[in-house]
T-cell receptor, first 113, second 111 residues
């Protein structure tokens, strides 16, 4: 059974810091991994998608890496801003399970002005 | 504008009263999915559909039904809602680049 965990559960940093969020999964048989942002009471916004054959993806101040063999992905946020405050979720799409997706519980990030 | 819409956005109902939450997308995507989100449990997949008339169970399908009679719509049906189905529900599609694209959510309370 695929299990996805995220560490830390919550993180508070001062504005301008670089930070790393972690996502771990137990079964390396994945098709892809996607990072999302969720603001309170809102839906999910896609940030980055990494295919299983890729090592990393970048978008602006965000960089996501994937190490399938060790079951880990990291989301790096450079020069954090108060507007980055949100909950960040990772999700894996399981290979050979159709379109089955498993989400992690999320990391709640607060960036203080 | 690319959209996934859900209705209603908020619903309070009583145990046993059948309800339907609608999901509609205007992107002509083949894949659609339903999730529920609960504190401490995260997002869990209920059902998904690869195309019209093709549906599959996710991780928590008990107590739910779905149908996919046309590509743009994927309603979630609760035949006899119970309080443990109180949750935040999301509909999602998959884009051509394999990214999941989510609707705004439906907050359901069953008393």
């Amino acid at each position: 059974k695929q299990e996805v965990t995220q560490i830390p559960a919550a993180l508070s940093v001062p504005e301008g810091e670089n930070l790393v969020l972690n996502c771990s999964f137990t079964d390396s048989a994945i098709y892809n991994l996607q990072w999302f942002r969720q603001d309170p009471g809102k839906g999910l916004t896609s940030l980055l998608l990494i295919q299983s054959s890729q090592r990393e993806q970048t978008s602006g101040r965000l960089n996501a890496s994937l190490d399938k063999s060790s079951g880990r992905s990291t989301l790096y946020i450079a020069a954090s801003q108060p507007g980055d405050s949100a909950t960040y979720l990772c999700a894996v799409r399981r290979a050979n399970y159709g379109q089955n997706f498993v989400f992690g519980p999320g990391t709640r990030l607060s960036v203080l002005p | 504008e690319a959209q996934v819409t859900q209705n209603p956005r908020y619903l309070i109902t009583v145990t046993g009263k059948k309800l339907t939450v609608t999901c509609s997308q205007n992107m002509n995507h083949e894949y659609m999915s339903w999730y529920r989100q609960d504190p401490g449990l995260g997002l869990r997949q209920i059902y998904y559909s690869m195309n019209v008339e093709v549906t599959d169970k996710g991780d928590v399908p008990e107590g739910y039904k779905v149908s996919r009679k046309e590509k743009r719509n994927f309603p979630l049906i609760l035949e006899s809602p119970s309080p443990n189905q109180t949750s935040l529900y999301f509909c999602a599609t998959i884009t051509g680049t394999h990214e999941q694209y989510f609707g705004p959510g439906t907050r359901l309370t069953v008393t």
